[in-house]
C-alpha cells in the first residue's frame, strides 16, 4: 500500500513458515508477536516436534474466527506458506472473518479479483521457478495498474524443503500505461 512505504508484509518464522499479509499493520504485529511466543514455546518443549505450516495456518484461521466473533476482529488477511507436520508443501490463506482455504495459488484483498484469473489461466502444476516469479510479477503489475493504493515495490519469499528466504525489495519494471 503506498501509503505506508518500506513496511515488510512477509515474514519468515524460525520454524520453516512464511506469512505474508495484507491489512491493517498493528494487527499483524498482534498476530507476529502471538506467533512468535508460540514458537518459542514450541521449540523451548524440545520434543522434537516443531508446529509447521498448516498448524499455525489452523490456529490462524480458528483465531481470526474467535476475534470475529467477540466483535474484535483482526483486520488483515493471511497468507501462510511453508512445509506441513509431514514435510509436504503448503499454500493457505485466512481471511479476517477466519474463512480459510488451501490452494497451489492464493491472493488477498484486491488481488482475489485481480490477480487469482490471471493464476488460474497462467499456472501449471510444473512451473520452473523463472516462470513462476515472472507470472507473480504480471500479476502484481495488473494489480498496481488497476489499484490507485498498491505499490509497485515488492517482496518474494520462496519456501523450500530447506527453510523460507525473503527476497529484497524491488521495484516491479516494463509497467506499460497505455
Known amino acids: 500500500m503506498v501509503r505506508y512505504k518500506g513496511i515488510r508484509r512477509v515474514t519468515a518464522y ?6 505474508g499479509f495484507s491489512g491493517d499493520h498493528a494487527d499483524f504485529q498482534s498476530i507476529d508477536d502471538e506467533l512468535t511466543n508460540m514458537i518459542r514455546q514450541d521449540q523451548c518443549v524440545d520434543d522434537g516436534v516443531t ?3 498448516k498448524s499455525i495456518y489452523g490456529f490462524l484461521a480458528a483465531w481470526m474466527y474467535q476475534q ?3 466483535m474484535k476482529p483482526l483486520s488483515v488477511s493471511l497468507v501462510v506458506a511453508g512445509k506441513d507436520d509431514k514435510g509436504e508443501p503448503f499454500l493457505g490463506t485466512v481471511d479476517q472473518l477466519g474463512t480459510h482455504y488451501e490452494a497451489p495459488f492464493v491472493a488477498t484483498g484486491f488481488g482475489n479479483d485481480l490477480a487469482l484469473p490471471v493464476l488460474r489461466k497462467e499456472w501449471t502444476p510444473n512451473m520452473s521457478e523463472l516462470d513462476a516469479i515472472r507470472l507473480v510479477e504480471d500479476c502484481l503489475r495488473v494489480c498496481y495498474q488497476r489499484d490507485c493504493k498498491a505499490s509497485n515495490s515488492i517482496v518474494m519469499a520462496k519456501s523450500t524443503v530447506d527453510g523460507v528466504q525473503v527476497g529484497v525489495e524491488y521495484k516491479l519494471q516494463n509497467i506499460n500505461w497505455q
Do not use: F, Y
Open 51 to 53: 508446529m509447521g505450516a
Open 68 to 70: 470475529r466473533n467477540e
Open 14 to 19: 524460525d520454524n520453516g513458515v512464511c506469512l
